[in-house]
Structure formats: structure tokens, C-alpha cells
């Protein structure tokens, strides 16, 4: 499966932003989904992850109650909806996918990657 990642970009603090991940060469049927994000400087870090087959999302603490995850199965598309950003979510953010036995908030347990899409937020 081919994961293609897009949505970012500059937006002021305590604007929002939607990425959106699409998947080719597959679906997302047969695939857990993750989001991470890395910052200059940082190591990759867990935001959300959502089981594609029955909705069941969890979040960062860092982003819960501000992120949001949506879905189009006819289009075969995840979203992630952010609002009330801050400059500290700055980063490029990366959809993931992770064999459905494997829920996790840790990078590598995700076997297909997006190239990523850079968010900017300015203060």
C-alpha cells in the first residue's frame, strides 16, 4: 500500500489545518492507521492512531481535545483535523499504516509511510 499525505501548511496560532491521508494500492481495510509528527531537531512522535474497522481512536495528550480524526471509506481517506493550533505543533506530520493484530503509539511498529506534509504555525 501507498500512503500519500498532504494538507500542510502556514497557518497562524490558534488556526486550524485538515491533512489528509489516501491510500492506493490498497485500503486501509486491513490496516490500523497512525499519525506522527516530527519537529526539527526531535525525534518522531506519536499523535493519534485509529483502528480503520471500527472508528476506535485514541490521541496524544498533547493534541487531545484539539485533533480529530475522520474518514471516508468510499475514498478511501483519513483525515486529521487540527484546530486551535500552537507554534509548538510545528512539524512535518506523517500517516502511517500498522498491520491490524498491531495498535501502537510507537513508530516503528508501522511497516508503510506517507512522505509527509510540513505544518507551520506561526505565533
Known amino acids: 500500500v501507498q500512503l500519500q499525505a498532504s494538507g500542510g501548511g502556514l497557518v497562524q496560532a490558534g488556526g486550524s489545518l485538515r491533512l489528509s491521508c489516501v491510500a492506493s494500492?490498497?485500503?486501509?481495510?486491513?490496516?490500523?492507521v497512525g499519525w506522527f509528527r516530527q519537529a526539527p531537531g526531535s525525534e518522531r512522535e506519536f499523535v493519534a492512531r485509529?483502528?480503520?474497522?471500527?472508528?476506535?481512536?485514541t490521541y496524544a495528550d498533547s493534541v487531545l481535545g484539539r485533533f480529530a480524526i475522520s474518514r471516508d471509506h468510499a475514498k478511501n481517506t483519513l483525515y486529521l483535523q487540527m484546530d486551535k493550533l500552537k507554534p509548538e505543533d510545528t512539524a512535518i506530520y506523517y500517516c502511517?499504516?500498522?498491520?491490524?493484530?498491531?495498535?501502537?503509539?510507537?513508530?516503528?511498529?508501522?511497516?508503510?509511510w506517507g512522505q509527509g506534509t510540513l505544518v507551520t504555525v506561526s505565533s
Open positions: 494500492g490498497g485500503t486501509f481495510n486491513t490496516y490500523n
Open positions: 485509529t483502528r480503520w474497522s471500527s472508528g476506535f481512536t
Open positions: 502511517a499504516v500498522s498491520p491490524r493484530s498491531v495498535f501502537s503509539v510507537v513508530a516503528d511498529n508501522y511497516a508503510y
